[in-house]
């Protein structure tokens, strides 16, 4: 595998990352799963025009708050680094 590109300190909200690791969105609102899945779908979207997969990383190992994460309100993120590799 090649890494293609590199995304650093994007904030994922803290309440997402059990959907976007284990696919689990028990407690979630509908409106969080949308959520989610909108995000998931965009990065799809990129490792397909890039012709790679992607993973996170997270980078700090502590939450945070955060005005402006990577989707939703306000909230305590992660930083995490995503990296695009050729399959």
Do not use: R
Not at 39 to 52: A, M
Not at 80 to 87: D, E, N, P
């Amino acid at each position: 595998m090649k890494l293609i590109d590199k995304y650093e300190n994007i904030n994922f909200p803290s309440w997402a990352l059990c959907a976007l690791v284990n696919g689990d969105t028990t407690g979630l609102t509908d409106y969080e799963i949308s959520l989610v899945d909108k995000f998931e779908s965009d990065w799809n979207k990129v490792s397909k025009e890039t012709g790679g997969t992607h993973f996170g990383q997270d980078t700090t190992g502590e939450s945070y708050f955060c005005w402006y994460p990577e989707f939703g309100p306000a909230c305590d993120c992660y930083s995490m680094t995503v990296y695009i590799w050729s399959i």
